[in-house]
C-alpha cells in the first residue's frame, strides 16, 4: 500500500525531537494496548539506542506524518547464528491505526528484511484470557492479516510480591532444598563469577533448545561463551540495568546445574523481569528450580524491597516452571503470540 504522506527515517540518537516523540509514542501504545503495565522507561529507551550486545544487529525507524510520530519499528538480528532472523517491533499510535501506518511500516520491514538477507520474521501479539484484564487485539488482527502465523504461545505471569508470604515461602525453600543435598547456591549481581563463567555459558545457550517450543517456530541452537556473556553484562551495565542471578553447582562434579536471571531497568522502580530459568536436564529431579525461583527473589528483594511486581513468562505446556511460579504467587495475566511470516 502506498501511503506518500508517511514519512519512515532511522532514529537518530542526537535528534532530540524525534527521540522524544519516538518515546511518548512507545508509552502511548502501551498505555491503551496495556493497561495497567508499566509503561517504557525513558531513561532505559535513549540508553537502548547507543547499546547493544555485539551478537545482535539493531535497526530503528520511525513513521512520521506531518512531522509527528506516529510510529516505530525495531530490528532485532542475531548476527552469530540464527542469521536468517529478523524479530520485530511495531507499534503505531492509537489515534492514526487504520490509515496505513502498520502496513507502510511492514512493507518496509519485509523489503529491508530481504535487502539483510533475513528469511524470518518474528513478532509478538498479546490475547486477553477468559478470567483476566481485557487487552487490544488489534495486533494480533494485524499479524493475521497480513500473513503472520501464530507459532507459539506463552502466558504472562505477574508476581504481586506485597502478597507473598514468607512463612509459605520459607516452607517451600526449605522443602526443596532437603531434595538438592550435594549442591550449593551460588548468587551474584551483573557479573557471573569466573569461577561458573564457562557453564553458565552453556546453560544460556541451552535456552534456545530445552524449553518447550511450538514445532514451527524457527529459533535455531545459539552460540554461547564466556566472552558473549562478558559482553552482555557490559552492555546491561552501560544501559543502567541490574541483574539479580543465582545458580547451582553440583558439588562433586562442579558443573552448574542451573540458573536463574531477573532483570531490572533504569527508571523503573516497581517492576522487574524474570529473564531466563533452566535447570540441566541431567540434574532434574532435585527441586532445584524451586530454589533457583526462591533464592533469587530473596536476593532482589534484599538490594530492592521496593520492587513490587515481578513478570515472567512460560509456554503453556511447560507444566513444571508453571507450578513453581504458582506455587511462589505469579498469577496469570494474558497470553503472549509468537507470530511468524516466512518470506517468499
Known amino acids: 500500500m502506498s501511503n506518500p504522506d508517511i514519512d519512515i527515517v532511522p532514529i537518530d540518537p542526537l535528534d532530540r525531537d524525534l527521540v522524544n516523540g519516538w518515546?511518548?509514542?512507545?508509552?502511548?501504545?502501551?498505555?491503551?494496548?496495556?493497561?495497567?503495565?508499566?509503561?517504557?522507561?525513558?531513561?532505559?529507551?535513549?540508553?537502548?539506542l547507543l547499546l547493544w550486545p555485539d551478537a545482535l544487529n539493531v535497526e530503528r525507524y520511525v513513521a512520521r506524518r506531518g512531522g509527528d510520530v506516529i510510529g516505530s519499528i525495531q530490528f532485532s538480528m542475531p548476527n552469530k547464528d540464527n542469521q536468517h532472523l529478523l524479530e520485530l517491533e511495531l507499534d503505531v499510535r492509537p489515534e492514526h491505526r487504520r490509515q496505513g501506518v502498520g502496513t507502510a511500516l511492514l512493507e518496509f520491514t519485509e523489503r529491508r528484511a530481504r535487502e539483510l538477507g533475513r528469511d524470518t520474521i518474528l513478532a509478538f501479539a498479546v490475547d486477553s484470557l477468559e478470567d483476566g484484564p481485557r487487552f487490544d487485539h488489534s495486533?494480533?488482527?494485524f499479524a493475521k492479516a497480513r500473513g503472520f502465523k501464530v507459532v507459539d504461545q506463552e502466558i504472562h505471569r505477574r508476581n504481586d510480591l506485597t502478597l507473598v508470604g514468607d512463612d509459605e515461602l520459607g516452607k517451600l525453600y526449605a522443602d526443596a532444598w532437603e531434595k538438592a543435598a550435594g549442591y550449593e547456591l551460588v548468587q551474584w549481581i551483573d557479573d557471573c563469577p569466573d569461577e561458573i563463567i564457562e557453564g553458565y555459558a552453556g546453560l544460556n545457550e541451552r535456552m534456545y533448545t530445552d524449553p518447550p517450543m511450538g514445532e514451527e517456530l524457527d529459533i535455531r541452537p545459539a552460540v554461547y561463551d564466556a566472552a558473549r556473556v562478558r559482553n552482555n553484562e557490559w552492555t546491561s551495565k552501560e544501559r543502567g540495568q541490574t541483574q539479580f542471578a543465582s545458580a547451582v553447582v553440583h558439588v562433586e562434579t562442579g558443573e552448574v546445574a542451573g540458573m536463574s536471571v531477573v532483570g531490572l531497568?533504569?527508571?523503573?522502580e516497581l517492576h522487574a523481569w524474570q529473564e531466563d530459568t533452566i535447570v540441566d536436564e541431567k540434574h532434574r529431579g532435585h527441586r532445584l528450580g524451586m530454589v533457583l525461583k526462591i533464592a533469587n527473589q530473596r536476593l532482589?528483594?534484599?538490594?530492592?524491597?521496593?520492587?513490587?511486581?515481578?513478570h515472567t513468562w512460560n509456554a503453556e505446556?511447560?507444566?513444571h516452571m508453571i507450578a513453581i511460579n504458582e506455587a511462589m504467587g505469579y498469577r496469570a495475566l494474558c497470553r503472549d503470540f509468537d507470530v511468524q511470516k516466512k518470506l517468499a
Open 317 to 319: 505446556v511447560n507444566d
Open 265 to 268: 531497568v533504569p527508571g523503573e
Open 23 to 48: 518515546i511518548r509514542a512507545q508509552r502511548a501504545v502501551t498505555e491503551h494496548d496495556l493497561p495497567g503495565e508499566p509503561l517504557p522507561s525513558p531513561a532505559f529507551q535513549r540508553l537502548r
Open 300 to 310: 532482589l528483594r534484599r538490594y530492592r524491597p521496593q520492587i513490587r511486581y515481578v
Open 139 to 141: 495486533g494480533q488482527e
